[in-house]
């Protein structure tokens, strides 16, 4: 009788959450910008010294991590987050579903991506952010997230469908994105139910942001070839493009860990880009970049 009550205790108890707060060292604050999957999803904002959102109303970025779809840290972008919120931007990193935590799809990273650009737009003036200046950047599978709220139309969460507040990035800051899903491209076997919508180098169109695209030429899932295609596509649009090669580095090259160097130069190249579109002002702060990297030697 004991192991029945005891069977039946567990059953009834609740699913515990896959997600959780991430206790960000600072002043980070964290919200929940959607509920998903029985899932509170987290965002977390980095602001600038100073800022006021009563009177503010800066530019923003907002950043999801990689890992295939699968997984990944929303710790991945950290250092990205700070550097820009130093430099005067409301800076964000997002979490989203995968497919190891909810058992989710690539559709689903594609709509969380969409509902926190949305989330940002939204509540743009409690944030003291400019809601024309809203960018999303993030790398691999987070590259792709990010591509998609600058390009693909559509695929966003059925519980928004037909928001009048948009979902689309203003800018789109890529490092080594999966951004073809085609039959020859990067996950095609888990994405192809929802292709081409869910391809942005198949949805090129002259309505998409600014966009930079950080790649290294040994990458074993990118082809040089497919990066380069998707620039001239781009420009061919009459889209700003900027697409940066590194010459014998592989996929995820510009994580801190796996190349400083790498790390130091696509953040300052970003900043530049940033600075050219009019969002940052002023020289690159490579010293105070250099001490995040030492904080985390």
């Known amino acids: 009788m004991f192991s029945f009550i005891l069977l039946v205790t567990c059953l009834l108890k609740p699913v515990s959450a896959e997600t959780r707060e991430h206790k960000f060292k600072g002043d980070v604050v964290a919200e929940v910008y959607k509920n998903a999957s029985g899932d509170d999803l987290w965002i ?10 009563e009177t503010d109303c800066r530019p923003a970025a907002v950043f999801f991590f990689g890992g295939g779809w699968n ?40 709509a969380d991506g969409k509902s926190a650009i949305r989330w940002v737009r939204t509540n743009a003036k409690r944030l003291g952010v400019d809601p024309d200046r809203i960018a999303a950047g993030g790398g ?10 600058g390009i693909c139309d559509g695929l966003d969460d059925p519980l928004e469908e037909g928001s009048k507040v948009s979902s689309k990035a203003n800018a789109l800051l890529l490092f080594n994105p999966v951004y073809d899903n ?6 095609h ?13 198949h949805n090129i169109s002259k309505d998409d942001p600014p966009t930079i695209v950080f790649l290294g030429s040994k990458d074993g899932l ?26 014998g580095q592989p996929h995820g090259f510009f994580n801190e860990r ?22 940052l002002s002023g020289p690159a702060n490579e010293e105070y970049l250099k001490s995040l990297m030492d904080s985390k030697s």
């Open 44 to 53: 977390y904002r980095f602001n600038p010294s100073g800022h006021n959102p």
């Open 71 to 110: 997984g990944g840290l929303v710790t991945q972008f950290e250092q990205h987050a700070r550097y820009l919120a130093n430099r005067g931007m409301v800076a964000f990193v997002a979490d989203y579903r995968v497919n190891s935590r909810q058992k989710t799809g690539p559709d689903a990273c594609v």
């Open 140 to 149: 691999s599978a987070g590259g792709h997230v990010a591509a998609t709220t």
């Open 182 to 187: 085609g039959p020859e491209g990067y996950g």
């Open 189 to 201: 076997d888990r994405a192809k139910a929802w292709f081409p919508a869910i391809s942005p180098a």
């Open 222 to 247: 990118i082809p040089v070839a497919t990066a380069e295609k998707f620039d001239a596509d781009l420009k061919e649009a009459g889209v700003r493009s900027e697409l940066w090669i590194y010459e």
């Open 258 to 279: 796996k190349s400083p160097e790498s790390f130091l130069d696509t953040v300052l190249k970003m900043d530049a880009f940033l600075v050219s579109l009019g969002w």
